[in-house]
C-alpha cells in the first residue's frame, strides 16, 4: 500500500468519526422535554457544546485536507447558488406530489420526526429551530462534502464523489420509501455538484441553511 493510498484510507476514517459524531450531538434533543427545568438546561448546554466540539473536529480535519483560507464568494458562485436551489425545490416538489399520490404520504419521516420533537416543548423548539439553521448545515457540509469529497477522491473525480455524497447524505436520514430517499440524494447530490464546481464550502453552508429554515418555518407555523 503506498503513501497516496494509506492517505485516502485514512480521510475515509476521519470520514467515518464525523459520521458517528453527526448522530451523536442529536442524542440531548431526546432529553429536553425531559425532567426539571434545570435537568433540561444542562442537556441544553451539552446539546449546544456537542455541536461547538463535533464543528471544531470538522474544521480542523477538512482544513488538514484542504489547507488555505476561505475565498471570497463570486457573482458566478451565488448564481450557481441560486440555481442549485431552485432546481432542488423544483424537484422536491415533483416528488412530494409523487409521494402523496404513491404512498399516501405528505412529508418524509425525517420531517415528521423533527415536527414531532418540535412540538414537544418550547424549549425543544427553540434549540432545534436553531441548531438546524445555524450549526447542522455547517456540521452536514464539512461532513458529507468538505471531508467526504476532498478528502476521500481525487480531484480527477467528478460525478463521482457528486453522487456518493448524494446517496450517503441520503442514508442518515430516516425515509420510509425510495422516493423520501431520493429527495434527500437529490438535495445531496445538488450540493455536491455547487462545491464541486465552486470549491468552496460556504456555499453549500448558505444553502443548506436557508433550505433549513424555509423547512423549520413551514413546520413551526403548523405547531399548535
Known sequence: MNFKQLKSLKNIGWFVVMLILVTIVQIPLAFLSRGATWQQAI??????????????????IYRGMVPGKWQRLTGSDWGLMVKGYVFMMVVEMSLNVANIVIFKETGTKNNDLIATILGKSPLSLIMLSLTAVLASPVLEELTFRGILMSGCFSKDHFWLPIIVSGVVFSLVHQSDNPISWLIYAIMGGTFAYVYRKTGKLQTTIFMHGFNNLIAMLAMVTTIH
Open 43 to 60: 442537556w441544553a448546554v451539552i446539546y449546544v457544546a456537542g455541536f461547538t466540539v463535533a464543528i471544531g473536529i470538522g474544521l480542523w
